[in-house]
């Protein structure tokens, strides 16, 4: 089972408006990522876990808080969001000791109004 | 300079061709390199990942690396209508004991019934 689910697959949100998104991944993978994607282009990292713990933040605004409660599971808390925030989050997992090679959720469509 | 650089296309080819999706890099310090395909509103998905230079298969797919010209490609045969998506180059180096990936910006490839 290579599957990584992500939920909402859709959000719209005001800018005052405080939302999560939730991302779940059973394959005994102890890293995972969070990932930002604007229309026509990459992905662009935003933070990795390891063993549960924060270990990479790419500078990311603080409107933007993530939670890993436990291994399996990845929270993305929104608050105080910019339209400019509008994007498709992706949630990502991988073996440590394989990084390189990275399993995508489907992504929630995320629109701040 | 872009650390990988990968024409965006878009590429039109016949159903049944062979196609030909290529990438360019400048970063000596990348040791994988992956290609994933991405479905219009869908997470990426790995199809391949490579470690050495040299070519590897799997079914219609060929994965080729030259670390010599810093020059990776995706062969597809004969081309299937279900291929249309955008296919993304991603690479990856140690970056303070974590395998940093950097995506390429995507192919969008058509095959045309």
């Known amino acids: 089972d290579t599957e990584v689910t992500q939920t909402p697959k859709h959000l719209v949100m005001g800018m005052t408006n405080k939302k999560s998104l939730k991302c779940e991944q059973h394959m005994g993978h102890r890293a995972m990522y969070w990932y930002k994607q604007k229309a026509k282009k990459p992905p662009e990292l935003m933070f990795v876990y390891s063993y549960e713990k924060l270990s990479i933040n790419e500078s990311v605004p603080s409107r933007f808080s993530p939670e890993c409660p436990n291994s399996s599971l990845l929270n993305l808390h929104l608050h105080a969001l910019q339209p400019e925030d509008s994007a498709l989050y992706l949630c990502a997992s991988s073996q440590l000791e394989s990084q390189e090679t990275q399993y995508f959720g489907p992504g929630t469509r995320l629109l701040v109004l | ?113």
């Open chain 2, 1 to 113: 300079q872009k650390e990988v650089e990968q024409d965006p296309g878009p590429l039109s080819v016949p159903e049944g061709a062979i196609v030909s999706l290529n990438c360019t890099y400048s970063n000596s310090a990348f040791q994988y390199f992956m290609w994933y395909r991405q479905y219009s509103r869908k997470g990426p998905e790995l199809l391949m990942y490579t470690y050495s230079s040299g070519n590897k298969e799997d079914g219609r797919f060929t994965a080729q690396v030259d670390k010599s010209s810093k020059y990776i490609s995706l062969f597809i045969r004969d081309s299937q209508p279900s291929d249309s998506a955008t296919y993304l180059c991603a690479m990856s180096a140690n970056s303070g004991g974590y395998q940093k990936v950097t995506f390429g910006t995507g192919t969008k490839l058509q095959v045309i019934p």
